[in-house]
């Protein structure tokens, strides 16, 4: 009988490599409330990069377009503010009444369902399922999404500075390492994948939440322009983010208007996702971005797991940084065919 001898050698690398995976993600559990800020201001600088660039090609000094980008950015976050803020406020105060009357509604269904027999008096439903703590547990997170805004101005500082260290990172590289091009190269993939995914991403999302809005606002349901920019929000998150979308204005048009309301708003949401999701933004990402569906799905629990909200929303760009990474190299381009999709060339 044949076997095969595990090489020492290897087997310590793997177990080295395994403990440094092990420290890293644990670190980065841990100090979540400072890498969070750090990942948004990249994120942000990678999408203003473009405008900043085109700026300066158009013979405007570097601070005074750096001005104008920074000015536009806040701009945009005044305007979110202003939309929804005054909403978020309002829906948080309302949740105990919307809670009551919708807990007097399934105490309804409930009833129905006992006097005809389809369910025994025993069984209480509201363990199982209970919609009521859902629009709890909306309104502690649209609180939370507002907190992030409560680190704007270091957002912000992070996103000046490194805005300002983009125009001189490739001479670095070239100093940095003995093979520069080589370096760049994958700086500017990551770059290019990124700031692509992100840019079709937000257009596709752009118009999920306004047909959504105009959706909730034609059926009468509160806050249309909350739930459109939830919807927008969510659909960065691949996969559930649409589904979760949908939830907290379907329970809100059931206690508002009705279920027959309800249920045209919850055919709205999904025709609306599967139009835009399912068959708009395959098309207008081409070839796509390289992963695996399973591999989308892993990358949002993970990182979701670590860094929260915010490491969901950034699943698929933290995932394709690494993919690219791990490409560079022989050692680990074995990582990276597995990261990939199927539709290789």
Do not use: H
Request: proline share 5%; hydrophobic share 55%.
């Amino acid at each position: 009988m044949n076997t095969e001898k595990i090489n020492p050698a290897k087997a310590l690398q793997f177990t080295i490599v395994l403990a440094s995976f092990v420290i890293i993600v644990a670190g980065m559990k841990a100090a979540a409330s400072i890498i969070i800020p750090f990942l948004l201001a990249a994120f942000i600088s990678i999408v203003a990069s473009p405008p900043f660039y085109w700026l300066q090609k158009k013979k405007i000094p570097k601070v005074a377009a750096l001005l104008i980008v920074i000015l536009l950015f806040i701009f945009f976050i005044f305007i979110i503010v202003l939309m929804i803020g005054t909403s978020i406020n309002d829906f948080t105060t309302k949740i105990p009444f919307y809670e009551s009357k919708l807990e007097n509604q399934v105490d309804a269904v409930i009833t129905w369902l006992n006097e005809k027999g389809f369910t025994e008096e025993k069984i209480e439903l509201k363990e199982m399922f209970n919609p009521v703590s859902i629009l709890t547990l909306v309104g502690n997170a649209l609180n939370e999404i507002s907190g992030i805004f409560a680190n704007g101005f270091l957002i912000l500082l992070t996103v000046v500075f490194m805005l300002l260290e983009v125009s001189s990172l490739p001479v670095k590289l070239k100093k940095a390492f003995k093979d520069p091009d080589q370096s760049i190269n994958r700086v500017q993939s990551i770059y290019n994948n990124i700031n692509k995914y992100i840019a079709i991403k937000t257009w596709i999302s752009l118009a999920t939440g306004s047909l959504a809005a105009i959706l909730c606002f034609i059926i009468g349901v509160d806050y249309p322009i909350l739930w459109g920019m939830l919807a927008f929000v969510l659909n960065y998150i691949p996969t559930i983010g649409s589904l979760i979308a949908l939830i907290p204005p379907v329970l809100l048009t059931i206690v508002q208007i009705g279920p027959l309301e309800a249920l045209i708003v919850l055919v709205g949401f999904v025709f609306i996702n599967t139009i835009m999701g399912n068959i708009l933004e395959p098309r207008m990402m081409g070839r796509g971005l390289g992963l695996s569906t399973l591999v989308v799905f892993l990358s949002l629990i993970f990182w979701g797991w670590v860094l929260g909200p915010v490491g969901m929303l950034l699943s698929v760009p933290l995932t394709i940084s690494i993919q690219i990474i791990f490409e560079s190299s022989e050692e680990t381009k074995w990582i990276a065919v597995l990261l990939g999709s199927e539709k290789t060339e």
